[in-house]
């Protein structure tokens, strides 16, 4: 069964730590994503990845950056994380051609920023 | 990029057939329709998505306008595990990405 792994369903930091998220596919998908999604306000894009070590900003990349080194595997770090960034993260990816394959997501991970 | 419209919420009975609709009007004849849905605490999974012609899956049916202008999502027996909130989204051709919009949330009563 294809699949997206978030590497934590739920994760609690403090105020001011450096969070790594972590996201592995096993679909040999081109474009990966970092989306986040509050209450009212939907999934807002953070980043996306389109190859190897390429990215672009998304609508809300400020105080996120993304490393992709290998293509199955595409990490959202919060360099200094603060409690405006307590959400919930969901990670998809999909082949070059998304608006007609559509995208495959993970199950999300729930940060809490205390 | 504009996003599709839906309405916020919707119910229906168990065992029932529900018809969620879509508006895209601004829709390029190039994109794609998706619905997807999610379950509370995980994150969206597809449902089901076409380009002009109706289409059937084991999971739903999607019926879309002539004028590709809207489109109606068609879960033919509604049950208690379908209560999601339900995304019909716009697949644009221009950007290569899906564009979400606020989604409908779909309640089932016994």
């Known amino acids: 069964d294809v699949k997206v792994t978030q590497s934590s369903r739920y994760l609690v930091k403090r105020t001011g730590e450096k969070v790594f998220l972590e996201c592995v596919q096993d679909?040999?998908?081109?474009?990966m994503f970092w989306y986040r999604q509050d209450p009212g306000l939907g999934l807002r894009l953070i980043y996306f990845?389109?190859?190897?070590?390429?990215?672009e900003k998304g609508d809300i990349p400020e105080g996120y950056s993304v490393s992709r080194e290998k293509k199955e595997r595409f990490s959202l770090i919060l360099e200094s994380a603060s409690t405006n960034q307590t959400s919930m993260y969901l990670c998809?990816?999909?082949?070059?051609?998304?608006?007609?394959?559509?995208?495959?997501f993970g199950s999300g991970t729930r940060l809490t920023v205390v | 990029d504009a996003k599709t419209t839906q309405p916020n919420s919707m119910e229906s009975n168990e065992e029932e057939p529900v018809h969620l609709p879509c508006n895209h009007s601004?829709?390029?004849?190039?994109?794609?329709i998706h619905w997807y849905r999610q379950l509370p605490s995980q994150g969206p999974e597809y449902v089901i998505h076409?380009?002009?012609s109706n289409v059937n899956n084991r999971m739903a049916s999607l019926a879309i306008a002539e004028d590709r202008k809207s489109s109606t999502l068609i879960l033919h027996r509604a049950t208690l595990r379908d209560a999601a909130v339900y995304y019909c989204?716009?697949?644009?051709?221009?950007?290569?990405?899906?564009?979400f919009g606020q989604g409908t949330t779909l309640q089932v009563k016994p």
């Open positions: 998809a990816s999909s082949f070059v051609q998304a608006s007609r394959y559509g995208y495959t």
């Open positions: 601004t829709i390029s004849g190039t994109d794609y």
């Open positions: 076409g380009l002009t």
């Open positions: 989204i716009r697949g644009s051709s221009n950007t290569g990405k899906l564009i």
């Open positions: 990845s389109y190859d190897v070590k390429m990215k």
């Open positions: 679909m040999d998908h081109e474009n």
